[in-house]
T-cell receptor
Framework: NAGVTQTPKFQVLKTGQSMTLQCAQD?????MSWYRQDPGMGLRLIHY???????DQGEVPNGYNVSRSTTEDFPLRLLSAAPSQTSVYFC????????????FGSGTRLTVV | DAKTTQPPSMDCAEGRAANLPCNHS???????VYWYRQIHSQGPQYIIH???NNETNEMASLIITEDRKSSTLILPHATLRDTAVYYC????????????????FGQGTILTVHP
């Protein structure tokens, strides 16, 4: 039982490049989400999914795409990286009943130059 | 979503109890109170949650007032490793709530445990 696995742990991109941040969980959680955390700030929700084939926008969705083709995976795509997307990205998952806590991954530290 | 208010920072001596307050005066009947903490730059860690009864687990205790407008997280014997940012969050418990599934993080409370 690995929990929530995020890859890569570190990434440097040039402005305009695209990439996909991977997130996988092996707990059969229905709910998955992506957050970003900028220095000295709390986490902000980017996108979330309540099950395979269902996604919705969070607080700061612009510049990011997601898809949920399986229960286990929830990749986050940066379409055209910008320096403003330099941040630490966290993926989280949970059951949908709301009666248990989220499990977070260890984060991906992204720098856009 | 119900908003929460927490003090920006608190100090605690090692070995003493740390009591972290949270106000959530607009909480709805189906919303749980969750506590998470984030140590340095790691991913947030779930601590405890509750609806209206007091809760205790191996990490902490959660005391919720009878009117549910505030709560206190208690770390009974704080250690240096408990130094972290602590977040109090409310979240709906079923699909009918507008905050269903979402965790909205505020600024949290920076707890510093000193020797």
């Amino acid at each position: 039982n690995a929990g929530v696995t995020q890859t890569p742990k570190f990434q440097v991109l040039k402005t305009g490049q695209s990439m996909t941040l991977q997130c996988a969980q092996d707990m059969n959680h229905e709910y998955m989400s992506w957050y970003r955390q900028d220095p000295g700030m709390g986490l902000r929700l980017i996108h979330y999914s309540v099950g395979a084939g269902i996604t919705d926008q969070g607080e700061v969705p612009n510049g990011y795409n997601v898809s949920r083709s399986t229960t286990e995976d929830f990749p986050l795509r940066l379409l055209s990286a910008a320096p403003s997307q330099t941040s630490v990205y966290f993926c989280a998952s949970s059951y949908t009943t709301g009666k248990r806590g989220y499990t977070f991954g260890s984060g991906t530290r992204l720098t856009v130059v | 979503d119900a908003k929460t208010t927490q003090p920006p920072s608190m100090d605690c001596a090692e070995g003493r109890a740390a009591n972290l307050p949270c106000n959530h005066s607009t909480i709805s009947g189906n919303e749980y109170v969750y506590w998470y903490r984030q140590i340095h730059s790691q991913g947030p860690q779930y601590i405890i949650h509750g609806l209206k009864n007091n809760e205790t687990n191996e990490m902490a205790s959660l005391i919720i007032t009878e009117d549910r407008k505030s709560s206190t997280l208690i770390l009974p014997h704080a250690t240096l490793r408990d130094t972290a940012v602590y977040y109090c969050i409310v979240r709906a418990s079923n699909a009918g709530g507008t905050s269903y599934g979402k965790l909205t993080f505020g600024q949290g409370t920076i707890l510093t445990v000193h020797p």
